[in-house]
């Protein structure tokens, strides 16, 4: 079975400073990787997703990850944060192509504070 | 498109009694899930239909649960006998392929 790992539970940050994001994954088959957000008492959207090609992958309001297979990674990145940035993060794994059924395996989340 | 839709958006209810939430997919998706977001926690998947069809359940789903997805549209998750530790957020997905598009979830509170 697949798992994620988010090694940061909370991540303060100063207005326009840079933020990353660390996620580790484990799977024996190769996997789709995904970062999604959570603003308070909503749903999930999606920033961005990885499903095969370039390994730097860009998504909605700046963000970019970077998958490295070598070190089971997708570590998440924006060179300069807003207020509005302030939000849960999570990290998310599938070996749909596999299984088929697509269902995805979370991480525990990573709280962003962002202060002026 | 409109979007995922959850309702109701909150339910507050007493130990012992039965809840039921629905899911309104995106129209086109033939794939729909439920997860289960603990305060703190990751979502956790529930069960996944493909149109009309269950095809998993999660061993989180106690024998209190069931979940319907009948003519492949809408789903309803009924827990029966609710009880404190069934406080959490209950969130609805669906996808055609790979990306899944959520719902703003039903949060349960059980007193």
């Known amino acids: 079975a697949q798992s994620v790992t988010q090694l940061d539970s909370q991540v303060p940050v100063f207005e326009e400073a840079p933020v990353e994001l660390r996620c580790n994954y484990s799977s024996s088959v190769s996997v789709y990787l995904f970062w999604y957000v959570q603003y308070p008492n909503q749903g999930l959207q999606l920033l961005l997703k990885y499903l095969s090609g370039s390994t730097l992958v860009k998504g909605i309001n700046g963000f970019e990850a970077e998958f490295n297979k070598s070190q089971t990674s997708f570590h998440l990145r924006k060179p300069s944060v807003h207020i509005s940035d302030t939000a849960e993060y999570f990290c998310?794994?599938?070996?749909?192509?596999?299984?088929?059924?697509?269902?995805?395996?979370f991480g525990a989340g990573t709280t962003v504070t962002v202060r002026a | 498109d409109t979007g995922v839709s959850q309702d109701p958006r909150h339910k507050i209810t007493k130990r012992g009694q039965n809840v039921t939430f629905r899911c309104d997919p995106i129209s086109e998706h033939n794939r729909l899930y439920w997860y289960r977001q603990t305060l703190g926690q990751g979502p956790e998947f529930l069960t996944y239909f493909q149109n009309e069809a269950q095809l998993e359940k999660s061993r989180l789903l106690s024998d209190r649960f069931s979940a319907e997805r009948p003519k492949g549209s809408f789903s309803t998750l009924e827990i029966q006998r609710t009880e404190q530790g069934d406080s959490a957020m209950y969130l609805c997905?669906?996808?055609?392929?790979?990306?899944?598009?959520f719902g703003q979830g039903t949060r349960l509170t059980v007193v």
């Open positions: 997905a669906s996808s055609s392929i790979v990306e899944a598009f």
């Open positions: 998310a794994v599938t070996v749909g192509a596999f299984s088929n059924d697509y269902k995805l395996s």
